[in-house]
Every structure is written in structure tokens, then in C-alpha cells.
């Protein structure tokens, strides 16, 4: 069973928890645990420097657990709300579209899906549409 513990000063956390089972479904892969946390800029920034390489801060990461790991397949999506907040305005939406669509991102990065090339992203929004409509039944 899918255990998701989502970050209480979130907008919506049931919702949210409800687009991570969504997303798990809809790729038939089940892992046991996945947990949302927003953060600041600023710690976004420093996970992006250590991890990616990169000097600024971004929107959403994801960490997988390794097999190293007794809780199992799944792992962390972090959520940078300020980022967030300037996606939603680049592409039209209101904040909680935003973050509903980070939160697939993030997911399906924890179920093995990369976005290092056009292709890839554009893949990967591909499925986030879909996952949405079909979670808006």
C-alpha cells in the first residue's frame, strides 16, 4: 500500500495526495512511500547546487529511494512554492494547477522518467495531462 505524507501547510494536501495515487495508478507502478515538502528558495537553491549542479533555485526536485532505503520503493518531491508561483504565471494558470502539475512531475520522476531532452519533457507533460483529465473524470 501506497503511504504519502504531504507537507500540511500545502493548499490542498488531499488533493495533491490524490494526483500522487493517480499518478502511481495510471503507470501501474506501486511504490510504498512518497512524501511532499515545500521549502524556500533559498533551500530549494542549495539541494539544485548540490545535487544537479545548478546555481538557482527551480520549482520542483525529486529524490528516489535506493534500495539502501527500509521504507521501500518511492521516495521525496520538494516543492519550492515562490517557483511555483512564477511558473503559474508564465503559463497561465492559477497556483494550484501549478502545483498539481509539479506534483505529477515530481512523481513521475521518482517512477523512473527523465526529462534531459525536449522529447522527454514534452513526454512527460503529455502524461500530466493526461493523469489530470483523468483524475477530473
Not at 539544485?48 to 535506493?66: A, H, I
Not at 518511492?74 to 508564465?90: D, L, P, S
Amino acid at each position: 500500500m501506497l503511504e504519502i505524507e504531504v507537507d500540511q501547510t500545502a493548499p490542498n494536501p488531499a488533493r495533491l495526495t490524490g494526483l500522487i495515487q493517480a499518478t502511481a495508478k495510471a503507470e501501474g507502478k506501486h511504490p510504498s512511500r512518497v512524501s511532499v515538502e515545500f521549502v524556500s528558495p533559498e533551500a530549494i537553491a542549495d539541494l539544485n547546487r548540490k545535487y544537479r549542479e545548478k546555481s538557482q533555485p527551480t520549482d520542483v526536485l525529486s529524490f528516489p529511494f535506493d534500495g539502501s532505503f527500509p521504507q521501500g520503493s518511492g521516495g521525496q518531491i520538494i516543492i519550492c512554492r515562490e517557483e511555483a508561483t512564477k511558473g503559474a504565471a508564465t503559463h497561465g494558470r492559477l497556483l494550484d494547477e501549478e502545483l498539481e502539475r509539479l506534483v505529477i512531475h515530481g512523481m513521475l520522476h521518482l517512477l523512473g522518467y527523465t526529462d534531459d531532452t525536449p522529447e522527454e519533457l514534452a513526454a512527460m507533460e503529455q502524461k500530466t495531462d493526461r493523469i489530470i483529465e483523468e483524475y477530473r473524470g
